[in-house]
C-alpha cells in the first residue's frame, strides 16, 4: 500500500466524520505505514492496489489523516460521510472500529473518540426523554434519582423480587431495576415478575404518594424483546432496561424505534463493556460507546461510580457525563470536539457497589444530575432493605442540605456523620460499610 | 464476600454450564479471592451479603470453582444451567462476560472457553444448511470452495461493482462476497446493487456451467435487515452476510430465525472481533465466540488464515475450525471438551490478504473443508479480476492434485511453481505477490 491519505494540511469539512485512534505498530512497521493501514483497511484500502479502484467517486472517498503525534501514538483520520451508512450504527463500526483491530500491522488499536458532523447528528432522533423528560415523570427536579438493583442479581422467585421491590420504594428509591442477568429463567419468569411488580409499584406509590419507577431487564433476541415491551406496556410500565452490549447496535436500534412508539424510557446497561473498553491500549473507549448511545438515544445510561466495586477513575467517568449531558463539548488533550444540536441529554447512571456512604464523594464528583444505583448497599444495609433504602435517600437529602460551590455539592464525610446522628438507617450503613473519601 | 463458592472437589453434571477463565488479581487481591469475585458477579452474589438472599432456590443456582491453577492464572467455574435463559444468548453473555470485565478485583479476565451440557446444545439449531448443505448448493464435492470480495471495499458504483462479480465468476470463482462496511450506501444502493448483481450471477453461471454465489451483505437495524433479507429472496438470492460482531448477538439471533424460514445462507463476517480476542488476558477468545456462532447456527465464519495480512497464529485458527466442524471436540489445555450432538459443521472461511501462493501452506493447516477468500489476491492480479480469479482456482487445483497426507493437501512451494509453468496466472501472480512457505 503506497501512502495515499496522510495530508496532515487537510482541514476536517462538515462533510467529515472525524475519528481519533491510538496506534502501536508492529515491530518493524513504521508509525506512518501502521496510520495508513487503519485508515485504508477502515476504508476504501486492502493490502494491495487494485485495478478496480479509479475514477472519482474513489477520490471523493478518500479520507485523511489530518493529524499525527508519533510520541502520543495519536492519529487523526477524516473519513468522508459518504462513506457510510449514516443511520445504521453497525455499519459505521464495521469500518471506523472492524477489522482493523486484527490487523498485522499494529500491536494495539484504540478508537478513542470520533466526531459525528452536523448532518449526521441530525439524522438521529437521541432519547425521547433523557433527563429532562424522566425528571419529569418522576416529579424529582432537583436531586438526583435514587435506584436499587433487586438484590440477588438472580435468584429470588418473582413474588419475593416483587416484595422486595415494594420495600425499596417504601424506604424511599424512585427506581427499582432487575439486575443485568436476570431475563426470564424458570425460578423467576418475566410475565409473572412484571405483572406481581407492577402490582407492587402501585401499592408503594398510593403508600408514599410518591412516583416510583420499575425498570424490567427485557434483553433478548429482538423479536421476544418487542413482544416483551408489548406486555410491559400492557401492565403499564413506563420503562425497559436493556444490556446494550450483549445485545449489540442492531438489537438496540430496533428497541428505541419501537420504544419511541411506545413511549417507554429506556436504560442501558453496559455489561461487558469492559471487555472492550478495559485495555488503555486496545479496544474501544467507553466514551466512544457513549456517544452512539447519546445519537441512538438510550434514555439513561450506565456510565461508572469513580468509587464502588467497578474500575473507571473519576477523571473518565465526568467526561462521559460531560459528553452525554452538554450540547457542546470542546475538544481536549484525549477526546475530539462534538456539538449535539439539541439532541437530549442521556440521565446518566452511576451503580456498583455504591453505598449510602460513598454518596458525597460520587455527587462532588458527579454533581446532581444523575441516577444513583445501590444494590448490596440497600439489600445489605444491617437492618435490611427499607432501612438501606432509607439510609440512600438520607445521604442524598444531606448533600443536597450541605455545601455547595455554585451547583455542585461539596459535603464532606464529616457533614455526612453529622447528618447520621439523627438518622439512624445513615448512621447503621456508615458504621457498616464505612464512610468514604478519597 | 466470603468464600462461597470454591468446591475443588466438584464435578460438573449434565445441568452445569462450565466456563474456562483465565484471571489476573489486582495488586493486594489473592487468586482465590479474585476467583471468587468473578464467580459470583457472574451468578448470584455482589460485593456483600444481603439480607434478601437465602432459601433452598439460592443453593440450587450457587456456582461451583471446580478446579484451580493459580501458576497458569486457569479456573473452571461449573454454573447451574437454571442460572440462564438458555436460548438467550445476550443473557448469558451479560452473566459469564458480562459487568465482570470491569471490576477492580482483577486486572486481567479472559474467558478462553465454555462448554454447554447436552440439553442446553438440543434447544439450539445450529446451522440449517452448513458445510454438506453449502457443498449440495455448489454441487462442489471435495475442494475448497472458491471465493473474493469486491474491492475496493466500498466505492465502486453498482454496475462496476456487478461487472467486477461477473468477472470475479467467470475467472473461476464460486462465491463473490461484499465487504464488511458495504451496505446500502449513496454511491452503490443495495436494492440496485442486488438486482444487478443478481442478472450478472445468471450470466456468469450461464457462461460456467458451474452454480455461483453472491453474499450481499445485509447489516442494519434488525428490521431493516429482515427487509433486506426479503429483496434477496425476491431476486433469487440463495445467501446473505452479515457483521456477526458489530450487530450484536440479538439481531444475530432475529436473522437467523428468518433466515431458515427463507431458506437462505448465513455468512458471518467477524469484523471487531480482534477488540474483543487479540489481547492474551483479556477478553474473549474467538473460540468461545465461534462456538456461540455454531450453536445459534451462522453456516458460514471467517476463522482467520493463519498466513495472510490478519493476526492470528496457525495453531489457534485451526482448533477454531475444529470446534465448529466436529462433532465432538476433546479437552486440552487452553480449552474445555464439548459435544454437538449433530448440530452442523459450520464452514470455516479463510480471508484477510489471501493469494494464490498462500493456497498451498492454507490448504496444510486448514485442509479442504474450507472457503478461500481473496480479495485484493484477486482484483490486485496484475492482469485483472478475472486472470486473479483464475490464478486462485489454479492455485487450489494444483494442491489437490499435490500430495497428500491422509486427507491433507502436502504440497509444497516447488510444485506449485512447477504447476505454474503451464498456467500463466498462477505464474504471474507468484512473480508479483511471491509465494509462501512457513
Not at 105 to 114: G, K, M, T
Not at 167 to 174: A, K, L, Q
Not at 227 to 236: D, L, S
Not at 295 to 321: C, F, N, Y
Request: glycine share 8%.
Amino acid at each position: 500500500m503506497t501512502s495515499e491519505y496522510l495530508d496532515l494540511n487537510y482541514k476536517p469539512t462538515k462533510n467529515d466524520l472525524n475519528c481519533l485512534f491510538y496506534i502501536e505498530p508492529s515491530r518493524g512497521v513504521s508509525f506512518e505505514k501502521a496510520a495508513e493501514h487503519v485508515t485504508g483497511e477502515s476504508s476504501i484500502g486492502t493490502w494491495t492496489e487494485v485495478h478496480t479502484a479509479s475514477g472519482s467517486s474513489m477520490r471523493k472517498l478518500r479520507p485523511s489523516i489530518y493529524h499525527m503525534n508519533k510520541n502520543k501514538g495519536l492519529v487523526k483520520v477524516a473519513y468522508p460521510l459518504e462513506l457510510f451508512e449514516p443511520e445504521n450504527v453497525s455499519q459505521i463500526m464495521s469500518s471506523i472500529a472492524g477489522n482493523i483491530y486484527g490487523m498485522k500491522a499494529i500491536q494495539n488499536l484504540r478508537l478513542l473518540d470520533f466526531t459525528f458532523p452536523e448532518k449526521a447528528v441530525k439524522l438521529y432522533q437521541g432519547p425521547k426523554f433523557g433527563i429532562p423528560g424522566i425528571r419529569k415523570i418522576l416529579k424529582v427536579k432537583n436531586r438526583p434519582l435514587v435506584g436499587t438493583i433487586i438484590k440477588p442479581k438472580v435468584g429470588l422467585p418473582y413474588k419475593e423480587h416483587a416484595r422486595v421491590a415494594f420495600e425499596s420504594w417504601v424506604g424511599g428509591c424512585d427506581i427499582v431495576k432487575d439486575d443485568e442477568n436476570l431475563t426470564d429463567q424458570k425460578f423467576n419468569p418475566f410475565d409473572k415478575r412484571i405483572a406481581e411488580t407492577m402490582q407492587a409499584l402501585d401499592k408503594a406509590e398510593r403508600k408514599t404518594g410518591e412516583v416510583k419507577i420499575y425498570m424490567p431487564n427485557i434483553t433478548a433476541e429482538t423479536e421476544e424483546m418487542v413482544e416483551r415491551m408489548e406486555y410491559v406496556k400492557k401492565h403499564n410500565g413506563k420503562y425497559v432496561m436493556i444490556d446494550v452490549i450483549t445485545l449489540g447496535f442492531s438489537a438496540v436500534q430496533t428497541v428505541l424505534k419501537h420504544s419511541r412508539k411506545m413511549n417507554l424510557v429506556v436504560h442501558a446497561h453496559r455489561a461487558m463493556h469492559a471487555a472492550l473498553t478495559r485495555n488503555k491500549k486496545h479496544g474501544i473507549t467507553m466514551l466512544a460507546l457513549a456517544k452512539l448511545y447519546r445519537l441512538i438515544g438510550t434514555d439513561q445510561l450506565h456510565v461508572g461510580t469513580a468509587v464502588g466495586k467497578m474500575e473507571g477513575p473519576a477523571r473518565e467517568v465526568a467526561s462521559i457525563r460531560d459528553e452525554i449531558t452538554l450540547d457542546s463539548v470542546p475538544e481536549s488533550k484525549d477526546r475530539l470536539s462534538q456539538k449535539w444540536h439539541g439532541l437530549k441529554p442521556v440521565f446518566p447512571v452511576c451503580s456498583g457497589g455504591l453505598h449510602a456512604g460513598h454518596i458525597p464523594e460520587l455527587m462532588k464528583i458527579m454533581g446532581k444530575n444523575i441516577v444513583i444505583q445501590a444494590g448490596g448497599g440497600v439489600h445489605g444495609h444491617p437492618d435490611g432493605t427499607i432501612a438501606g433504602a432509607k439510609s440512600v435517600r438520607q445521604a442524598v437529602d444531606a448533600v443536597m442540605a450541605g455545601p455547595h460551590n455554585g451547583d455542585v455539592p461539596q459535603c464532606g464525610t464529616k457533614t455526612l456523620k453529622e447528618y447520621a446522628r439523627t438518622h439512624n438507617e445513615l448512621r447503621k450503613v456508615l458504621e457498616t460499610f464505612g464512610s468514604y473519601s478519597r
